[in-house]
């Protein structure tokens, strides 16, 4: 199935595999401009396929405007499950504009048998239950959100970021482990029985980069207390930058063109 000239002009907010992977997909497409978003958190972000643009709108109105600007036909929110502030922006901003939106969102992961999951809905949560019974943790989460776990000096730190935070919360015990998934199980057993681990904090990415440590930790029954997503608006969802592109397809032969 070919899109149809004249182009549809799309925008993907981005920053996450999905993202990348579905400018690529698109931008091989005929007549088609493709657009990727990013916040521009990252220094020398990797470049994707199509065009980009890089830094915040400026909120919702700002949004509209600009996908009126830019007469874009579709837009399509594959931003992180933890950049719930664009997926709210990213909805008011089409509704206002009539412009359709698609949310592209890999699937949380789900506590299987064997699990010892304390599920949680912010980290101040997650560091009252860390303060209460743990005593080496491994932090697997973003180095902007170490702050409410620096006050807990009777718990040693393992904190894996890939980049350093800076400036680093003033731990009383920590150390920090600079890595990149993916990981594999068996490196992840390693990690945990070596350093001692007896719990390890993350939130629910979903995905398949960095899921091994919930396999080590079910292995070998360490505590996961696992932040929950935020709330997104309800939109038409799908999983797979394939089913994204499908619908993408669909808005094209609809005549939603530039
Ligand atoms: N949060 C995470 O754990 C995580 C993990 C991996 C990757 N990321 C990626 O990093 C980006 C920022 O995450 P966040 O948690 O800070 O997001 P957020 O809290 O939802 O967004 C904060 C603000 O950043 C701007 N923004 C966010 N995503 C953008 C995009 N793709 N293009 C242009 N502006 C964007 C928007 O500014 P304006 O209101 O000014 O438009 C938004 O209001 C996201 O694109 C996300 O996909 C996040």
Redesign the pocket.
């Known amino acids: 199935m070919s899109v149809p000239d004249p182009a549809l002009a799309v925008l993907i907010?981005?920053?996450?595999t999905e993202?990348y992977a579905l400018a690529a997909a698109l931008a091989d497409r005929p007549g088609m401009r493709v657009v990727s978003?990013?916040?521009g958190?990252t220094a020398n972000p990797r470049h994707p396929a199509g065009e980009l643009r890089v830094?915040?709108?400026?909120?919702p109105d700002?949004?509209a405007e600009w996908l009126r600007r830019e007469r874009i036909g579709a837009v399509i929110d594959a931003?992180?499950p933890?950049?719930?502030?664009?997926?709210w922006?990213a909805a008011a901003a089409c509704a206002a504009a009539a412009i359709p939106l698609l949310r592209l969102e890999r699937p949380a992961w789900q506590p299987g048998p064997g699990d010892r999951w304390q599920e949680v809905p912010d980290w101040a949560e997650a560091a009252s239950r860390v303060g209460a019974t743990a005593r080496h943790v491994l932090l697997a989460l973003?180095r902007q959100e170490l702050a409410p776990f620096a006050g807990l000096d009777h718990v040693r730190f393992l904190i894996r970021s890939v980049d350093p935070p800076d400036p680093m919360p003033p731990f009383a015990q920590a150390e920090l482990l600079l890595a990149r998934g993916p990981f594999t199980e068996a490196d992840e057993v390693a990690l945990l029985q070596g350093r001692g681990i007896d719990t390890i904090v993350c939130?629910n990415?979903g995905g398949t980069a960095t899921d091994a440590k919930l396999a080590a930790a079910r292995r070998l029954g360490v505590r996961v207390i696992m932040r929950q997503r935020p709330p997104r608006p309800d939109l038409h969802t799908v999983a797979t930058v394939a089913a994204a592109f499908e619908w993408v397809e669909e808005v094209a032969e609809s005549g939603k063109r530039l």
């Not at 830094?55 to 909120?59: I, L, P, V």
């Not at 933890?82 to 997926?87: D, E, I, L, N, V």
């Open positions: 907010l981005g920053g996450t993202g978003s990013l916040a958190r830094g915040g709108f400026g909120g700002a949004l931003t992180h933890f950049a719930s502030r664009m997926g922006n973003g939130k990415s």
